[in-house]
């Protein structure tokens, strides 16, 4: 029987995968974005503009772990870039949204 190669060489895309609206304020509120290869970028919307606040490794299978340092240059800017898009997304789509303790349940 023949095996697929493609299954013990995959290649994993860098993607945001989830994210989290997590701590800061009302105007400035800040959000983890969590991405397939188990990196976390944390970013804080500032004066209407989002900036990086940090990074987090999760996972055994993490970029970190296989290569043993962080992302950097491009590869940050890529995914500040990514994260920045997913957050307006889901902004949009009203899924940071709180609930208001008097707001009815649906």
Same mark, same amino acid.
């Given at each position: 029987m023949l095996q697929n190669i493609g299954i013990h060489?995959?290649?994993r895309v860098m993607k945001p995968i989830s994210s989290l609206s997590n701590g800061g304020t009302k105007k400035n509120p800040r959000y983890s974005v969590h991405f397939d290869d188990g990196i976390t $970028? $944390?970013? *804080?919307?500032n004066n209407d503009e989002f900036v990086y606040d940090g990074m987090l490794s999760t996972g055994l299978d993490s970029y970190y772990l296989k290569k043993g340092k962080w992302p950097s240059g491009k590869n940050l800017d890529k995914r500040m870039e990514l994260a920045i898009a997913f957050v +307006? *997304? +889901?902004i949009k789509n009203n899924r940071y949204r709180k609930k208001v303790d008097d707001e009815p349940e649906r």
């Open positions: 060489n995959q290649y $970028i $944390i970013i *804080k919307l +307006n *997304k +889901n």
